[in-house]
C-alpha cells in the first residue's frame, strides 16, 4: 500500500494541491527530460545544419552563419556562437518581458527549463559527423525523439522557453490561440533555411543549389512534423482516463482505500439489482489510465468477488484532470501558462 501511495503522489497532479514530492518530481523531470533534447539538437541537428522550429531554429541559424568571426570567444565552437549562449540570452529577455506582463508564476518554471536547456548545450559537445548518417532518417528519429523529450517536460507542467514565452505574451493581449502563435514563429524560422548558405555537408551530393535548399526546409519540416506527432502521442498516452464501476458489497472500504492510497475521488451510487430486487452501492471513479491496475488490485485485495466495469473515456476536465479549456482560445481561461 506504502508503494501505491508514493507513486500516486507522482502520477496524480491535483490542481488544487501539489504535494512536495510531486513538485519535485516535476522539476527532476524538467531538468533531466530536457537532455534528450539536447542531445538530439548537438549530435544530429547541428552536424547535418538542419533547421528546426522554434527559437532552437533561430539559435542554429546564428550559429551556422557566425562560423570563424569570433575565434577569440568561440574558439571550441569554430569561431560561431553558440546555441547555449544564444539560447540564454534570448530567453533572459523574453522571459523578463514575460514577467512584467503576463505574470512571474508563469516564469518560474519556464527559468528552470531554460537553466537545464543552456547547462545540457553547454557541456554535450557538437559532433563533426552526425550518429545518424541518412538526413531523411536523421530528421525524423531526431524530432522524434526530440518531441518525446519535449513531450515529458509538458507533462511535468514545465517548458524549455522560446517560443512558448513569445506565445503567451501575444495571447495575453490578443485573443489568438497559442498553439497558432507557435506554428507560424516555426514555419518562418523553418522556411528561412532557404536563404542560408548551403553547408558542405550537403554539397557532397551533388545536387543543384536551389534543390538543396529546398531539400535543406524539407527535412526541417519533417524533423517538426515528428516531434510534433510525438509530443501528441506522448501527452495523449499520459492522460488517458478510464471509468470505473465497482459492485461490491464491501464497498465503504474500497471507496476509502481508493481515496487514500490512489489519492481519487470517489461517488458512491445507489443502485438497485433488478433481478434480485436489491439495493446495492455502485462505486464511480474517474482515473489516469496508469492508475486503474492500483484500483483494480486493490479492489482484488479488499473483495476479490467484486464485479468491475471499466471503460476508456476521450477525455476528462477539471480538479485532478486537464483543465477546462475555452472554446475559443484553445487555453484555459484561469491559468496563465502554456502545457
Known amino acids: 500500500m506504502r508503494f501505491f501511495s508514493n507513486y500516486s503522489s507522482f502520477v496524480n497532479p491535483h490542481n488544487d494541491f501539489r504535494s512536495p514530492m510531486r513538485v519535485v518530481f516535476e522539476y527532476v523531470a524538467i531538468i533531466f527530460g530536457i537532455f534528450p533534447m539536447a542531445l538530439m539538437v548537438n549530435w544530429v541537428l547541428l552536424p547535418h545544419a538542419f533547421?528546426?522550429?522554434?527559437?532552437?531554429?533561430?539559435?542554429?541559424?546564428?550559429?551556422y552563419l557566425t562560423q570563424g568571426l569570433f575565434p577569440t570567444f568561440f574558439a571550441e565552437y569554430g569561431g560561431a556562437i553558440p546555441v547555449w549562449f544564444?539560447?540564454?540570452?534570448?530567453?533572459?529577455?523574453l522571459l523578463l518581458i514575460a514577467g512584467l506582463t503576463v505574470g512571474w508564476r508563469f516564469c518560474i518554471r519556464t527559468m528552470v527549463g531554460v537553466a537545464a536547456i543552456t547547462f545540457w548545450y553547454k557541456i554535450i559537445p557538437i559532433l563533426r559527423t552526425p550518429i545518424i548518417d541518412d538526413p531523411w532518417l536523421a530528421a525524423i528519429i531526431g524530432g522524434f525523439v526530440?518531441?518525446?523529450?519535449?513531450?515529458?517536460?509538458?507533462a511535468?507542467?514545465?517548458?524549455?522557453?522560446?517560443?512558448?514565452?513569445?506565445?503567451?505574451?501575444?495571447?495575453?493581449?490578443?485573443?489568438v490561440s497559442v498553439g497558432n502563435i507557435m506554428l507560424v514563429c516555426d514555419i518562418l524560422v523553418i522556411l528561412s533555411a532557404f536563404f542560408l548558405p548551403i553547408p558542405e555537408s550537403m554539397q557532397a551530393e551533388g545536387s543543384?543549389?536551389?534543390?538543396?535548399?529546398i531539400k535543406r526546409v524539407l527535412y526541417g519540416l519533417c524533423m517538426t512534423i515528428s516531434y510534433t506527432l510525438a509530443v501528441d502521442w506522448l501527452l495523449s498516452h499520459l492522460r488517458q482516463s478510464v471509468h470505473i464501476f465497482i459492485?461490491?458489497?464491501?464497498?465503504?472500504?474500497?471507496?476509502?482505500?481508493?481515496n487514500t492510497t490512489v489519492n481519487r475521488g470517489v461517488t458512491v451510487l445507489n443502485g438497485i439489482g433488478w433481478y434480485s430486487k436489491k439495493e446495492v452501492k455502485v462505486?464511480?471513479?474517474?482515473?489516469?489510465?496508469p492508475e486503474a491496475s492500483m484500483i483494480m488490485q486493490l479492489v482484488h485485495e479488499i473483495d476479490p468477488k467484486a464485479f468491475v466495469s471499466m471503460a476508456n473515456v476521450s477525455g476528462v476536465f477539471g480538479s485532478g484532470f486537464d483543465p477546462i479549456k475555452t472554446s475559443h482560445s484553445?487555453?484555459?481561461?484561469?491559468?496563465?501558462k502554456n502545457k
Open 283 to 289: 462505486i464511480s471513479v474517474l482515473a489516469r489510465k
Open 86 to 93: 544564444t539560447t540564454f540570452v534570448f530567453n533572459f529577455i
Open 156 to 175: 511535468a507542467n514545465g517548458s524549455s522557453g522560446g517560443t512558448d514565452i513569445i506565445a503567451m505574451i501575444i495571447h495575453h493581449y490578443h485573443n
Open 330 to 336: 484553445g487555453v484555459n481561461k484561469n491559468e496563465n
Open 208 to 213: 543543384s543549389s536551389l534543390l538543396l535548399q
Open 247 to 258: 459492485y461490491s458489497a464491501e464497498y465503504d472500504k474500497i471507496a476509502t482505500a481508493i
Open 51 to 63: 533547421v528546426g522550429g522554434g527559437l532552437t531554429g533561430i539559435c542554429s541559424i546564428i550559429y
Open 146 to 154: 526530440f518531441g518525446l523529450s519535449l513531450g515529458c517536460v509538458i
